[in-house]
């Protein structure tokens, strides 16, 4: 149900990185969308024609997102510490201070539906699929003219191992950081995420 030239710029988009050396999946995610939504789009021809679907006259679903929710999703997902991750990041966030608002995908929707979906991403918030000489390189807080003498440059890789290492959430690892996961904190969080998420379809099981 989406666009033509809002597909095709994310199957473009997407193709790139996927070039560039990020994973498939991970850019995907990135993007709002999932692999297997990619593959259908090619398989179908979706990805170059219109999609006939949304010609279709459909009655609202009982469970969808009320305006209230999408507002409540836009008004986090734009919160300072949130405006620059995908939803595959913020959900997991959520999770850790015991909150569910909505799924990935509503994420998605909700902030592709109000033009979101090319917001700006920083290097160190994107997917650890994507090589980490790349990741260093075109980080946004990356010196654009490199740096004035040796400690300034030792003083900025230390800052962002110590990033890398403590605070950002690796795809690979169910977004924990590398720390969590080496300490084992990895499992109080998970399973506390899992809670989370149970409650959530408990009250809302549509």
């Not at 024609?49 to 986090?76: F, Y």
Request: proline share 5%.
């Amino acid at each position: 149900m989406i666009p033509l030239d809002h597909r095709q710029r994310l199957v473009r988009d997407i193709d790139q990185a996927h070039r560039e050396g990020a994973r498939l999946r991970p850019a995907c995610e990135v993007a709002g969308i999932d692999v297997r939504t990619l593959q259908r789009w090619r398989s179908t021809g979706l990805a170059l024609q219109e999609d006939q679907r949304k010609h279709c006259q459909r009655p609202t679903p009982a469970h969808a997102l009320t305006q209230e929710e999408r507002q409540e999703i836009l008004r986090v997902a734009n919160e300072p510490r949130f405006a620059d991750m995908p939803p595959s990041r913020i959900v997991p966030m959520l999770a850790d201070e015991g909150r569910y608002i909505a799924s990935e995908s509503s994420f998605a929707r909700v902030l592709r539906a109000h033009g979101q979906t090319d917001r700006k991403h920083h290097a160190k918030n994107t997917s650890s699929g994507i090589n980490d000489a790349t990741t260093i390189l075109t980080c946004t807080e990356y010196p654009a003219r490199g740096f004035c003498d040796l400690a300034s440059a030792r003083q900025w890789a230390a800052e962002f191992v110590h990033w890398y290492n403590h605070e950002h959430r690796h795809s690979g690892i169910q977004f924990v950081t590398p720390q969590q996961r080496h300490t084992g904190q990895d499992k109080a969080i998970l399973a506390h995420h899992h809670q989370v998420y149970e409650q959530a379809k408990q009250n809302r099981p549509a």
